[in-house]
């Protein structure tokens, strides 16, 4: 997370307030050239160091959870709700498509919303929920960026290319050889 500090005015006085935002991915929307590929490639490393979506980012709604728990759960609102906005600036275009195929997307808001009730603490389901968000996005944004293969791995490639080739043959050849035996008998005679 990159973190910024933010004045606002608060009552008559001046306040700092230290905000963790995520960085801003490459704006463009496929992932055709290289240096498109090589901008989402650090973006996708710096977005992976935070680990997390900030809280200040995503709309939380919280509601009572379902589940053992006892009286906990009749009185204690700590199912939590996490919901962003496809369009997002922190989510990469290219990954908006993707991003509509999840089962977290909601079409009448045109956002991913991602529940959590997994413990009976609010502040761990807010982690818990906030770390899925982002977990969602990484995979998403993944999809796209490819990685070229080095010089070592193109002559693998072809190496095994080869060998496959050279034991196909011998293989063609060996069924050959078995079918002109059949032939040559004379039992046609």
Avoid at 63 to 89: F, L, M, Y
């Amino acid at each position: 997370m990159i973190p910024r500090i933010t004045r606002e005015f608060v009552g008559a006085t001046w306040s700092r307030r230290l905000i963790h935002t995520l960085p801003i991915p490459p704006s463009t929307a496929s992932l055709s050239r290289a240096e498109e590929q090589e901008g989402a490639r650090v973006w996708l490393r710096s977005f992976g160091e935070a680990k997390t979506v900030p809280k200040n980012l995503v709309e939380l709604t919280f509601s009572r959870s379902s589940g053992p728990g006892g009286q906990n759960i009749n009185k204690v609102e700590t199912k939590v709700s996490a919901r962003c906005r496809v369009d997002a600036p922190w989510v990469p275009a290219w990954a908006h498509e993707s991003l509509m195929r999840t089962p977290y997307y909601v079409k009448t808001s045109h956002s991913l919303l991602v529940s959590s009730s997994s413990t009976r603490s609010q502040a761990q389901n807010i982690d818990d929920s906030l770390s899925k968000m982002h977990a969602i996005v990484m995979d998403a944004a993944k999809k796209f960026i490819t990685n070229e293969p080095s010089a070592e791995q193109r002559q693998r490639v072809a190496n095994l290319e080869k060998a496959h080739n050279r034991r196909r043959r011998l293989e063609k050849d060996a069924r050959s050889a078995v079918k002109k035996m059949r032939s040559s008998k004379g039992w046609s005679d």
